[in-house]
């Protein structure tokens, strides 16, 4: 089930409000009815793992209750080793039997097991928890809010990674309560915004740009269209940004308030700024989960750690990259950024300064090159993209090409939607609720007319 199709809109959400509203004056009931509804979201769009989810919970939790008791690290190191090990077998155990055929020299069988959906992203919430009951900073919590921090349905599937303590204490509260209705006006303007990112912009750009990677992976590009592959990173940019304003949309039409995802990252003036902003709540997740962890171990001597530090930052960056998919075109996307890391960190420390605009051009024309690797599949399709930028921009598709316009003037220009919501619901105004309804009204007439895309998060 996805956030923009019928099914979800029309069927599922109006349904899950109703018997929301009528659990809200029963305390003992909110959190029970908020697990079953993300059991049954998640049941309906991936059921054959639903029971993967549901022991997924059981283990990890009943590992939390016995390091209350015992006091053993161990049972948390246990249990989160078998958390990487169950990610790893989903994800990448046929990258690894590829790459031990070839070095092998042979093809060793593929396993047929799938995908669960938002497996990456429930792991990295375990995690998150665990680790933080381990160093002391988590409180021990009863099952039912335990669950419904790993499986409540806005951000289950692709995020936003909520910390435990951004979340857990907002669970179970009354939302129908004087001034729920400004709440639930913020909420429709995320939902609304970012169903305008995913449907109009990332869609757009979508139809645009998959038969051209398509036919990249088979051969050089016709004339031009290399340009238009070049842009991909404006449509990850609204596809996901778009699910992330829809996810905290709807986590507060439950009353949680989810953490802000970007921060208008093609804005950014050097690539530590872009980073700061682009899938905000991930690199927080890598910086204190990974990166503090490799540059604090202390393996080299004192006058060597600026070495460490940087060994840890590129590090962490192909592990951001390799999480994404299990490819090289992935890991090699991300050691890039990490190499870009590394010398804006030297250069910002020892380099003559730069003008902004000059800062900024650099930083875009970096991650427009590695989104064509990102999405290439392929270091020869990613090189016959390049390639084909020896042509012009195709102008002959005359009004085909707007995705292109808008996509660049909105990122460029906009500031982020969390900042464009504050301004539209400062105080009530009925003729901005008015265009609000016709604005929905519209994206819902829209959506009927076109093929759904999956987000291209659902991947990861």
Same mark, same amino acid.
């Given at each position: 089930? *996805? $956030?923009?199709?019928?099914? %979800? &809109? !029309?069927?599922? =959400?109006?349904? #899950? /409000? ?70 790893? *077998? $989903?994800?990448?155990?046929? %990258? &690894? !039997?590829?790459? =031990?055929?070839? #070095? /092998? ?45 790993i499986a409540f349905f806005p951000q289950a599937i692709a995020g936003p990674l909520a910390r435990w303590s ?295």
């Amino acid at each position: 089930m *996805l $956030f923009n199709d019928y099914p %979800f &809109l !029309l069927v599922f =959400l109006p349904a #899950a /409000l109703l018997i929301y509203r009528l659990a809200d004056p029963y305390p003992h009931l909110r959190i029970g009815v908020q697990v079953a509804l993300s059991l049954a979201f998640y049941a309906w769009g991936s059921p054959s793992f639903i029971l993967l989810l549901i022991g997924s919970i059981a283990i990890n939790w009943l590992a939390s209750v016995a390091y209350g008791r015992v006091k053993w690290p161990a049972v948390l190191t246990l249990v989160i080793g078998l958390d990487l090990a169950v990610l790893a *077998l $989903f994800k990448y155990a046929n %990258f &690894l !039997l590829a790459n =031990l055929g070839l #070095a /092998l020299g042979t093809t060793l069988p593929v396993l047929d097991v799938g995908l669960p959906l938002g497996i990456s992203f429930f792991t990295f919430h375990h995690i998150m928890y665990l680790v933080d009951l381990k160093r002391g900073r988590a409180p021990l919590y009863a099952l039912d809010r335990y669950a419904l921090y790993i499986a409540f349905f806005p951000q289950a599937i692709a995020g936003p990674l909520a910390r435990w303590s951004e979340v857990m204490h907002q669970f179970g509260r009354q939302i129908y309560v004087p001034g729920w209705q400004r709440q639930f006006c913020v909420a429709t303007c995320f939902i609304a915004i970012g169903l305008f990112e995913k449907i109009v912009i990332a869609d757009g750009l979508a139809h645009l740009l998959d038969p051209i990677y398509a036919q990249a992976a088979n051969g050089p590009l016709p004339s031009g269209d290399a340009w238009l592959a070049f842009c991909f990173s404006f449509q990850i940019l609204f596809d996901f940004s778009g699910y992330s304003d829809i996810a905290i949309g709807l986590g507060l039409l439950f009353g949680v308030q989810l953490p802000y995802n970007f921060n208008a990252p093609l804005r950014s003036t050097n690539i530590q700024d872009f980073w700061q902003r682009w899938h905000i709540t991930l690199m927080l997740f890598l910086r204190d989960y990974v990166f503090y962890p490799l540059v604090n171990l202390r393996l080299l001597p004192r006058h060597w750690l600026p070495i460490q530090f940087f060994g840890a930052m590129m590090i962490t960056m192909a592990l951001c990259g390799l999480w994404h998919g299990a490819s090289w075109t992935f890991v090699l996307w991300g050691v890039l950024h990490g190499l870009a890391l590394v010398a804006c960190t030297l250069w910002r420390r020892y380099g003559p300064e730069f003008p902004s605009w000059l800062g900024w051009t650099l930083t875009v024309l970096f991650v427009l090159a590695t989104g064509v690797i990102f999405r290439a599949g392929s270091v020869e399709a990613a090189w016959h993209v390049f390639c084909g930028l020896v042509s012009p921009l195709p102008l002959e598709r005359g009004k085909h090409l707007w995705p292109l316009i808008v996509a660049p003037l909105f990122a460029f220009l906009l500031p982020a939607s969390q900042d464009i919501v504050a301004v539209l619901t400062r105080r009530p105004n009925p003729w901005l609720a008015g265009l609000l309804g016709l604005g929905l009204f519209a994206l819902l007439l829209h959506m009927g007319g076109r093929d759904l895309h999956d987000f291209v998060y659902f991947k990861f």
